[in-house]
């Protein structure tokens, strides 16, 4: 099976261009950290990122969505987000990289998990927050920085999708899918 990754600054419009290659037929995996946080937040917990533990409830619900889906008869996936982004997610936070995190890490590396050129969804120039996303414009480009040095350092081939229209964008990364696939 292959599998692309969508990552990118918080508010790039990661989810929007996701939900249009959804409506073109692509098979989708949404984004762990966002799930946990609507849960969490819906359970009175008003900011889960604050907790001890958030980056490896992220990295547990990730490996349990790739895994899933391993099951399944789909030839072709586009995640939202990686154990990458988990990686950058933390060193954001400026908390150490967990075991768990560290091992996922070593798990996607060894099988190859994901194909190597990422979709690099950059910027559009502001950021709107959100209940899951409390992040300033200047942070998220922060963030932006250190998602990309993650996936370098990672060895990680970054494939550029610049801001623009939504549907503009969904069609590059498409179109780049059917060449590399």
């Known amino acids: 099976m292959k599998r692309f ?20 037929g692509f098979d989708v995996v949404d984004e762990a950290a966002t799930a946990i946080i ?14 001890a533990a958030f980056v ?8 349990q969505r790739q895994m899933q889906s391993a099951s399944g008869d789909v030839a072709l996936q586009i995640y939202d987000r990686s154990p990458i982004c988990t990686h950058a997610l933390s060193t954001y936070l400026g908390r150490p990289v967990s075991e768990e995190l560290s091992a996922e890490i070593d798990r996607i590396t060894r099988e190859r998990v994901y194909e190597q050129q990422v979709f690099f969804i950059r910027n559009i120039g502001y950021c709107e927050p959100t209940a899951a996303r409390r992040i300033s414009f200047r942070e998220s480009l922060a963030f932006e920085r250190i998602h990309e040095r993650s996936y370098r350092q990672f060895g990680y081939e970054l494939v550029d999708v610049p801001a623009g229209a939504v549907a503009h964008r969904a069609e590059m990364i498409a179109d780049t899918i059917s060449q590399l696939a």
């Not at 969508?6 to 409506?23: C, F, N, V, W």
């Open 38 to 51: 609507t849960r969490e937040q819906a359970e009175g917990d008003a900011e889960p990122w604050t907790q």
């Open 5 to 24: 990754i969508l990552t990118g600054a918080p508010g790039a419009g990661k989810t929007s261009i996701l939900r249009q290659l959804q409506q073109r």
């Open 56 to 63: 490896e409830k992220v990295a547990v619900l990730q490996r």
